[in-house]
């Protein structure tokens, strides 16, 4: 399998906070030693794999990890070769951002400043009228 270390914390952090919630399902989690995160990331990307569809909300893939261990004799498949993009919301600090700003900043002045050094160039000017006038004999 192809998972990607970010979509398998992404999946295993999910189960741990269920399973520290809801308790079925920590007993699930928690006394089946044929289950693991490995073959539950398997598991969802055939089911991707299978559906045809590209995108997909959390919940329905946190579904799927829920329903991995829940079921006892499930078919995992077999492994997929896929990329995995994984939506997170990355947490900027104060000075993060002032730093971004300024970088930002930097470069439309730098971008400004090199089209203002290019010399101006003048349109050549375009007959479009081809046709000789009664004027030209």
Known sequence: MKATTHFKNTIQ???????????MFEWSYSTKE???????????????KESGCNGFADEEIFSMAV?????????IG???NCH??????????EEEKEQAKKEALEKVHNETYSRM?????K???????????LFDF
Do not use: G
């Not at 044929?34 to 991707?48: A, F, G, P, R, T």
């Not at 050094?117 to 160039?121: F, G, L, S, T, V």
């Not at 349109?123 to 006038?133: G, H, R």
């Open 84 to 93: 995995i993009a994984v939506n997170h919301i990355v947490e900027l600090t």
């Open 78 to 80: 077999k492994p997929v």
């Open 123 to 133: 349109a050549k000017k375009v007959v479009l009228n081809t046709q000789p006038s």
């Open 34 to 48: 044929n289950k693991n995160i490995d073959d539950c990331c398997s598991y969802i990307l055939n089911q991707v």
């Open 117 to 121: 050094k290019q010399p101006i160039r």
């Open 67 to 75: 329903h991995y261990w829940d079921e006892d004799n499930i078919d």
């Open 13 to 23: 952090n999910y189960l741990e906070q269920r399973a520290q919630t809801d308790a």
